[in-house]
């Protein structure tokens, strides 16, 4: 995980007019072709990165505040030692090759650990970086704030980042961890399912009275249907699912669509309309009255809340700690 520690020493002459051949570290691999840690080009793998983030060299030399000829050379020097070319500069836009794309998220990665823990380490050397953390709005709000406060407790040094936005899978930002909404996958994280999701339509008390006698069908008919809008997916997906799984006849386009199933389960509360949402994630409303479950009609819709992370995290002690407590959790929730 050493990336670019000289760098700056090596820009500030570059800056000043001076430029040096590749340093014999990088001869070196490029003779061999075995990569290990003694001849890592930090320098190019700092270039590569920062012209595969912006998919410029104009732009990535402008970051770095060196000239665009001396990312370009760093960038050469790379794909030599490589034997590999990491971008496409036929076409009028710079593009990633396979190799480039394989290799940038790991380069990205190693920077972002490598940046976080010595600014951890120089704020407090006592302590670690924190553990950072993607979860789901709804699921964040309605189960595990609870358990991040009781984690706090048992473990009031290790610090937790939670980030949280509504996307399906997997977040576009780097995170140690990740609860995801989604249907079974496979991919190369460790994957650990949480909660699977069992779903029926809930209203407030005034609606479900105003319709009492109805049979399902005219119940969902005569109302709104209030969406839960998932990212790559046709914004009635949801609905659409459990009609065809109840065996009744719906119109999908009808009614409000929200980011989270929180925000759609409190316009059900306060405005009207029926939402379709998790019963054991809203149990408190429901208990409470708030929410209703006007029929017997819940349904395993096929997603769940599933935690991914990379093999090679669960070596950070605090990770796998949080990990394991995570599941049991979890697991005692059930």
């Given at each position: 995980?050493?990336?670019?520690?000289?760098?700056?020493?090596?820009?500030?002459?570059?800056r000043?007019?001076?430029h040096?051949?590749?340093?014999?570290?990088?001869?070196?691999?490029?003779?061999?072709?075995?990569?290990?840690?003694?001849?890592?080009?930090?320098?190019?793998?700092?270039?590569?990165?920062?012209?595969?983030?912006?998919?410029?060299?104009?732009?990535?030399?402008?970051?770095?505040?060196v000239?665009?000829?001396?990312?370009?050379?760093?960038?050469i020097?790379?794909?030599?030692?490589?034997?590999?070319?990491?971008?496409?500069r036929?076409?009028?836009?710079?593009?990633?090759?396979?190799?480039?794309?394989?290799?940038?998220?790991?380069?990205?990665?190693?920077?972002?650990?490598?940046?976080?823990?010595?600014?951890?380490?120089?704020?407090?050397?006592?302590?670690?970086?924190?553990?950072?953390?993607?979860?789901?709005?709804?699921?964040?709000?309605?189960?595990?704030m609870?358990?991040?406060?009781?984690?706090?407790?048992?473990?009031?040094?290790?610090?937790?980042?939670?980030s949280?936005?509504p996307v399906?899978?997997?977040?576009?930002?780097?995170?140690?961890?990740?609860?995801?909404?989604?249907?079974?996958?496979?991919?190369?994280?460790?994957?650990?399912?949480?909660?699977?999701?069992?779903?029926?339509?809930v209203?407030s008390?005034?609606?479900?009275?105003?319709?009492?006698?109805?049979?399902?069908?005219?119940?969902?008919?005569d109302?709104d249907?209030?969406?839960?809008?998932?990212e790559?997916?046709?914004?009635?997906?949801?609905w659409?699912?459990?009609?065809?799984?109840?065996?009744?006849?719906?119109?999908t386009?009808?009614?409000?669509?929200?980011?989270?199933?929180?925000?759609?389960?409190?316009?059900?509360?306060?405005s009207?309309?029926?939402?379709l949402?998790?019963?054991a994630?809203?149990?408190?409303?429901?208990?409470?009255?708030?929410?209703?479950?006007?029929?017997?009609?819940?349904?395993?819709?096929?997603?769940g809340?599933?935690?991914?992370?990379?093999?090679?995290?669960?070596?950070?002690?605090?990770?796998?700690?949080f990990?394991?407590w995570?599941?049991?959790q979890?697991?005692?929730?059930?």
């Amino acid at each position: 995980m050493l990336v670019g520690i000289a760098f700056r020493r090596q820009t500030g002459l570059m800056r000043a007019g001076i430029h040096r051949p590749p340093a014999s570290g990088v001869q070196a691999i490029a003779a061999s072709k075995t990569i290990n840690r003694r001849w890592l080009p930090l320098n190019a793998l700092r270039a590569f990165d920062a012209v595969g983030q912006r998919m410029s060299f104009t732009a990535g030399a402008q970051d770095l505040d060196v000239s665009q000829s001396a990312v370009s050379r760093h960038v050469i020097s790379l794909e030599d030692v490589l034997g590999q070319k990491l971008f496409d500069r036929s076409g009028q836009r710079l593009v990633l090759t396979a190799a480039g794309a394989a290799l940038l998220p790991e380069v990205r990665r190693a920077f972002d650990l490598l940046e976080q823990t010595m600014a951890a380490v120089s704020q407090d050397p006592l302590n670690g970086r924190p553990i950072r953390i993607h979860i789901p709005p709804s699921l964040l709000q309605q189960v595990v704030m609870p358990m991040i406060r009781d984690f706090h407790r048992a473990y009031p040094d290790v610090r937790i980042d939670v980030s949280s936005s509504p996307v399906t899978g997997m977040p576009s930002h780097e995170t140690d961890m990740a609860i995801v909404f989604d249907r079974p996958n496979i991919d190369d994280r460790i994957t650990d399912l949480l909660w699977l999701v069992r779903v029926a339509p809930v209203c407030s008390p005034a609606l479900a009275q105003a319709n009492a006698g109805k049979s399902l069908e005219a119940f969902l008919s005569d109302n709104d249907l209030l969406h839960v809008t998932l990212e790559g997916e046709e914004r009635g997906l949801l609905w659409s699912t459990f009609g065809q799984t109840i065996g009744i006849a719906l119109d999908t386009n009808r009614g409000h669509a929200f980011d989270t199933a929180s925000l759609a389960a409190h316009y059900a509360m306060q405005s009207g309309g029926v939402a379709l949402a998790d019963v054991a994630m809203f149990a408190p409303e429901i208990a409470s009255g708030q929410l209703v479950v006007p029929y017997d009609a819940a349904i395993d819709d096929g997603f769940g809340y599933y935690l991914k992370l990379r093999a090679d995290d669960l070596a950070d002690p605090t990770v796998s700690l949080f990990r394991s407590w995570l599941i049991a959790q979890f697991a005692a929730r059930q």
